[in-house]
Structure formats: C-alpha cells, structure tokens
C-alpha cells in the first residue's frame, strides 16, 4: 500500500515519462539454468550454515544472498519451514528481500540520475521500513 501511494504521488506529481522495454522472450533455457545454479548454491549455504552455525548463520547467509537475488534467497528459507525453524525462515525471508531491495537501490543511484536515485531512496526506504515492522509483529 505505501510503495503504491509513493508511486500514484511520484506518477501524479512528475507525470508519466515512459521508455519502451526490449523485453526478450520468457522461455529462453539460459536464465532458468542460472536460477537453478543460484537457487542449488543458496540453498546448500544456508542449509549448511542452519547446521553449523544455527539461526545467525542463517540470517546472515540470507542477507548476503539477498543482496544478488532474493528470489532464490526467499525459496532457500523457506525449505526452513519445519514447526522448529518457522520464525527463523520468516525473519531470512525479510533479511534476503530487504538485502535485495537495498542493492537494487543502491544499483539505481549508481548508474542513474541523482534525482531518480533521490526520489527512488525514499520509496525503497518505505519499502524496507514497512517490511522490517511487519516483520517485527
């Protein structure tokens, strides 16, 4: 709800400057493989660092593996999910897409404009506070 009302004030405000998308096609076998390479490597870190170093180990590999794709990230927690480890997958779930949102802002300011990259900040920075309360609860 708050990264849509940011957007509709942002669109409201600025108006629509729209760029045309190349977008490829959605079949191609290339990506699907490199997920599966991250999503296999994620999970076996995670799984391994669960074991020898318990949640914080976890936590942390989470946070790293987020920073480069929380969609494996997400997935890799989430194999956690016995009755045991539910609030430990929950709280590396949060840390991986948190981790991925700051390093895709962090992208943004770099390769964009400084008045993109300060319009985008504060958006991102709703985004991981709303996440970080909701995680809290």
Do not use: W
């Not at 997920?35 to 946070?63: E, K, M």
């Not at 504060?122 to 991981?128: E, K, Q, R, S």
């Amino acid at each position: 709800i708050a990264s849509l009302s940011i957007a509709a004030y942002l669109r409201i405000t600025h108006g629509y400057k729209g760029n045309i998308i190349a977008l490829g096609s959605p079949f191609t076998l290339k990506p699907a493989l490199k997920f599966a390479g991250a999503f296999l490597i994620i999970l076996s870190l995670v799984r391994l660092g669960t074991i020898y170093l318990g949640q914080n180990g976890a936590y942390v590999l989470s946070f790293v593996s987020g920073l480069a794709d929380s969609d494996s990230a997400v997935l890799s927690a989430l194999q956690l999910t016995t009755p045991n480890f539910v609030a430990i997958a929950s709280t590396a779930v949060v840390l991986a897409v948190v981790a991925n949102t700051l390093s895709k802002g962090l992208l943004a300011g770099m390769l964009g404009n400084k008045e993109n990259a300060l319009r985008l900040s504060a958006a991102l920075l709703v985004i991981v506070v709303c996440g970080l309360i909701g995680s809290a609860l």
